[in-house]
């Protein structure tokens, strides 16, 4: 691992991110904490997200076992109670994961979709911000001999809900993609529209979840994997009506992979000002197995080359799960990556739009335990992150951000550092307690030497440090202080 990411998985601290513009900003990640303060009985399947008409963030995770849905709003005094949302005396399918129920939101009106397999898609609402709910409504009733299942759902500008779904027979096979969508806030919904009619092939991935989002302009954008005779590539249908069609649909995906095992794995995507970007995984291609994007024009309809995200570690590997959340040129990509015998979620920032999404890669923690399902949504200039932790059995949440851009900044302090120059020792001491991460960091931006003091400060021996000029940051994600070091 990287010392650069050291410092940022460890500390939660500072990191300078050159752009391919040159740009320089700082990136900071906070410590990652449980939604629900270490409590797992709540469980942890499923986190999404989505803001309130207040701008706080909901999230919504689910529990299975004794199943359950709950949703949280992060206030500025932390994490709320988790809520129930019921769910009547329906069964609900909780497959895990990317297959799990949609969330989505528009100022007050909250919807959650799920599914009972064999029955209907069944969506849930609330017009108050999710203080409380209706009883379900059955979005759609498939007909006899066939199944709908893996539903996702969207808002548009006024919160009318758009839900999308596999639609297969009882054999899971002749599988496209349907949508269905209500003018009456989720109380009715209108007949089925078929989806991928435009794609390539016979049928669609008949386990893979998909994507769907409405644009400011009323297109209404779906991506999902396809299968044609096991080409596996990721597509996304485009309607300009409204959703009374979809009679575009590109490939976004130049990897070709070909698989006979549906890979229950598909796409998602953010879209920005001037394209659409597609984030999705893939078992073959130039680069192999992993996480990869492409950018399509809405304009044009043209589709970029296909690129494979970086590894944040040469040793890492098996790419998984991506999510993508920004807005104008700024954007993010979380994904699942195992790193040293486990996974760990990895992160992407750009702030150039997609061509700057290699620029590098990090991860979050580095945690000896399993995360993975990460969900990330871009608000009130910062990312936020959740995901599913097996070391707490909870969800947990983190939120990046970069401080030159006018976006949250750990608050500053200050510490003494004596004697200065020096040689041999130095002595740091600040006014906070607990425990403080220490980098000394040289000219060129490499880190020298790390350390951790607790307790308002300790000694340092410098003896293994060449003579130069050096920078000392010390921090603990929610203070940061850094000074200059003259070693001699």
Request: aromatic fraction near 12%; hydrophobic fraction near 35%.
């Amino acid at each position: 691992m990287c010392k650069k990411t050291r410092l940022l998985n460890a500390l939660g601290l500072v990191l300078s991110i050159f752009l391919f513009t040159g740009l320089s900003s700082q990136l900071y990640i906070s410590e990652p904490i449980s939604v629900t303060d270490g409590d797992d009985s709540f469980g942890r399947k499923s986190p999404r997200l989505a803001l309130n008409a207040d701008g706080e963030l909901m999230v919504f995770w689910m529990r299975t076992g004794n199943e359950a849905f709950f949703i949280s709003t992060k206030t500025s005094s932390g994490f709320s109670t988790p809520a129930q949302i019921p769910f009547g005396s329906l069964n609900p399918n909780l497959w895990s994961g990317s297959l799990g129920p949609g969330f989505a939101a528009t100022g007050n009106h909250v919807y959650l979709v799920f599914e009972v397999y064999g029955d209907a898609i069944y969506v849930v609402h609330s017009s108050n911000g999710g203080a409380s709910w209706n009883a379900p409504v059955a979005a759609f009733v498939p007909p006899q001999g066939r199944r709908a299942t893996i539903p996702v759902i969207a808002t548009d500008q006024e919160g009318h809900p758009y839900i999308a779904y596999v639609n297969t027979n009882a054999s899971e096979t002749d599988a496209y993609y349907g949508m269905v969508r209500s003018t009456d806030f989720g109380s009715s919904f209108l007949p089925e529209v078929d989806v991928s009619v435009e794609s390539n092939g016979e049928e669609v991935c008949e386990c893979c979840n998909g994507h769907i989002a409405v644009a400011e302009n009323g297109n209404i954008y779906v991506s999902f994997r396809n299968n044609d005779s096991n080409l596996r590539d990721i597509w996304m249908a485009r309607s300009t009506d409204g959703g009374i069609s979809f009679n575009e649909a590109f490939d976004v995906d130049e990897t070709d992979w070909v698989a006979g095992v549906c890979p229950s794995n598909g796409p998602h995507f953010s879209i920005l000002d001037d394209e659409v970007v597609n984030v999705f995984f893939s078992g073959s291609g130039l680069a192999g197995g992993g996480v990869y994007y492409s950018s399509f024009n809405p304009m044009s309809s043209q589709v970029d080359p296909t690129v494979n995200l970086l590894l944040t570690d040469a040793s890492s590997s098996n790419q998984n799960r991506p999510r993508i959340s920004g807005s104008g040129d700024t954007l993010a990509v979380v994904w699942q990556e195992n790193y040293n015998g486990s996974m760990e979620i990895a992160l992407s920032v750009s702030t150039t739009g997609a061509t700057g999404l290699n620029s590098e890669t990090f991860r979050l923690t580095d945690s000896p335990a399993l995360q993975q399902q990460a969900e990330v949504l871009y608000a009130n200039d910062s990312f936020h992150v959740v995901y599913e932790d097996f070391e707490t059995g909870t969800v947990m949440y983190q939120e990046v951000s970069f401080g030159p851009l006018g976006l949250i900044a750990p608050e500053h302090f200050d510490f003494n550092m004596s004697p200065n120059p020096s040689s041999d020792q130095i002595h740091l001491t600040w006014p906070l307690s607990g425990a403080f991460s220490v980098y000394i960091i040289d000219g060129l931006g490499r880190v020298a030497m790390e350390e951790r003091l607790t307790d308002y400060g300790g000694y340092l021996s410098i003896r293994q440090l060449k003579s130069g000029v050096y920078q000392v940051m010390v921090g603990n994600g929610e203070y940061l202080s850094q000074g200059r070091l003259i070693v001699e």
